[in-house]
């Protein structure tokens, strides 16, 4: 079956500091990658996603992320951290774009 | 600025009632739009599948009687919680595919609705 699983409920670092977000992915065939940024009470917020190409992908707010087919894995990554950054992180799969498969979410603190 | 609209944000009623939530997209087609259901700090689930024209896919475990979706127009889809009771309360998300834009378009959300049940 199918599966996003991001292994990091919770992630704290100091405002400044590099960040990487893990996120890990069980799949028949190479999927469409994505990851989501939501704030509390809101909706989502497409970062950067992969389709195909270059597995160094460039997102919005300075976030990147880097699909290794060999680890099954889209780690999400920024070299410095933002206060604004604070918020809900999500990963998700999908062999389309159309349905979704979306892991538990990474919660992100920034603490300045 | 936002491409998907969802109104209202927020909704407590009480129970029995029925709700309806609103998704538009705004400026664009949206051929195919989606129903997601989110638990308090937890991920997504994927309610269903609205596409123009036609009658919803469910996924499941989900009561299509319960959670009455029409997408009568191609900027308009609305979820309708029939009869709701408080454990129906959760926020409730929808998103959009452009389909105008071309393939392989990700799917952008709207705001969310926080629905509580008294």
Known sequence: AQSVTQPDIHITVSEGASLELRCNYSYGATPYLFWYVQSPGQGLQLLLKYFSGDTLVQGIKGFEAEFK????SFNLRKPSVHWSDAAEYFCAVALNTDKLIFGTGTRLQVFP | GAVVSQHPSRVICKSGTSVKIECRSLDFQATTMFWYRQFP???????????????????????????????????????????????????????????????????HFGDGTRLSIL
């Open chain 2, 41 to 107: 700090k937890q991920s997504l689930m994927l309610m269903a599948t609205s596409n123009e024209g036609s009658k919803a896919t469910y996924e499941q475990g989900v009561e299509k009687d319960k959670f009455l979706i029409n997408h009568a127009s191609l900027t308009l889809s609305t979820l309708t919680v029939t009869s709701a009771h408080p454990e129906d309360s959760s926020f409730y998300i929808c998103s959009a595919i452009f389909r105008d834009r071309g393939s392989n378009q990700p799917q």
């Open chain 1, 69 to 72: 087919r060999s680890q099954s």
